[in-house]
């Protein structure tokens, strides 16, 4: 990767933070060629501050509260992204829909990190919602943002197993491993400028 510009990530946060320790992980490794330059979290007791503040991360505390709606706080959010030169955002663990002002700010550069395999499964508790049905197998899926809950064009998706004694708490576990591997790799694939939309599908380029 000598010679090459990192990739400019915002990340956006609003929990424990275990896929934002993977990127920080694979980007220490010299594995992913980017940088964070910020992360925004819209609940101070994230844990996810704390793992970025270890790694000498910028952050920004951005609440909901003091915004009157989803489209005010976006646009506030794009702003910071913006201050610190993101040219990727990417939401791992952010609990909020994005408007159109975030989408529109940043065409096809949002990408999620879904524990389903997308289109299955949308929206929260995803993991009891697979096993509520009783499917056999399930797994992460990475994708664009559009202004949809998990409507986005799919990047790429990892396949977990469901064993027939799993609770909600083992089966996001075992997701979550998958979860870790994924995020980065699409992230590296966008970096490389390898991914290109085309409608709903997206192109991975050799």
């Known amino acids: 990767m000598a010679g090459k510009v990192p990739c400019m990530l915002g990340v956006l946060v609003s929990g424990g933070g275990t896929n ?14 980017a940088r964070i330059g910020c992360v925004i979290s819209n609940n101070a007791d994230a844990y996810a501050i704390i793992r970025a503040q270890k790694s000498g991360i910028p952050v920004v505390i951005h609440e909901n509260s003091g915004f009157s709606d989803r489209r005010k706080y976006d646009a506030a959010t794009v702003e910071i992204l913006r201050d610190h030169g993101a040219e990727l955002v990417v939401l791992a663990g952010f609990m909020r829909i994005l408007s159109d002002v975030m989408v529109d700010a940043f065409p096809g550069a949002i990408i999620n990190i ?11 508790h995803a993991q009891q919602q697979a096993l509520d049905y009783g499917v056999r197998y399930s797994g992460c899926t990475v994708h664009f943002v559009d202004c949809g809950t998990d409507t986005g064009p799919i990047i790429m998706q990892s396949v977990v197993p469901v064993e027939q004694d799993d ?5 996001s576990a075992r997701i979550q491993i998958a979860e870790h591997k994924a995020l980065p790799a699409a992230i590296s694939l966008y970096a490389e400028g390898r991914l290109k939309i085309e409608g709903r599908h997206v192109r991975i380029l050799a």
């Open 20 to 33: 934002l320790q993977a990127i920080i992980d694979c980007i220490e490794a010299g594995w992913l060629n």
């Open 114 to 124: 879904h524990p389903a395999l997308l289109p299955a499964f949308p929206g929260l």
């Open 167 to 171: 609770s909600e708490a083992s089966l």
